[in-house]
């Protein structure tokens, strides 16, 4: 390969880190310590991260975000579901069928499961029996 040394440089210079390289013979005969290598160049470029790495490292968080919080949310819809408020309405002692069935139209309502299941087990009954009563009063 020969150089223009009037003509512009095609080489990147090389950073200082690599202690690898021999020494080489350039053609006015000196022995220098290249400073710049097509293949250093080569490998700094494929290690570097260009904008649109970065745009693909940043849509891949999103992506891992937003699953896991739909997992999440899953999971808190599974507690509030009808399954489960049935389950736990099944393990109510004493309750009036009317209460239970009452409930189980209740049950209807997100916002009332979520309730239900985040009442301790003895204030479950009253609430159910304050929501379940009052629409037959007023119908009568």
């Known amino acids: 390969m020969s150089l223009n040394p009037g003509g512009p440089s095609l080489l990147v ?3 200082a880190s690599s202690s690898s390289e021999e020494d080489v013979n350039i053609p006015n005969g000196s022995n220098k310590r290249p400073s710049t290598t097509l293949l250093n160049s080569t490998r700094r470029k494929r290690n ?3 904008p649109n790495d970065a745009i693909v490292d940043a849509m891949l968080e999103i992506a891992a975000a937003s699953k896991l919080r739909a997992n999440a949310m899953m ?9 489960s408020c049935v389950k736990v309405l099944d393990e109510v ?5 009317h209460i239970y069935f009452a409930a189980l139209d ?8 979520e309730t239900f299941i985040s ?3 003895d204030k479950r009954v009253t609430w159910l ?7 037959s009063a007023l119908i009568g």
């Not at 002692?93 to 069928?97: A, K, V």
């Not at 029996?129 to 629409?135: D, Y």
Request: hydrophobic share 20%.
């Open 13 to 15: 210079q090389d950073d």
């Open 48 to 50: 570097r991260k260009g």
């Open 75 to 83: 999971r808190s819809n599974d507690r509030f579901s009808i399954s």
């Open 93 to 97: 002692q004493g309750l009036d069928q």
């Open 106 to 113: 209740l049950f209807e309502n997100p916002n009332a499961r």
């Open 119 to 121: 009442l301790k087990n």
């Open 129 to 135: 029996q304050g929501k379940c009563s009052a629409p």
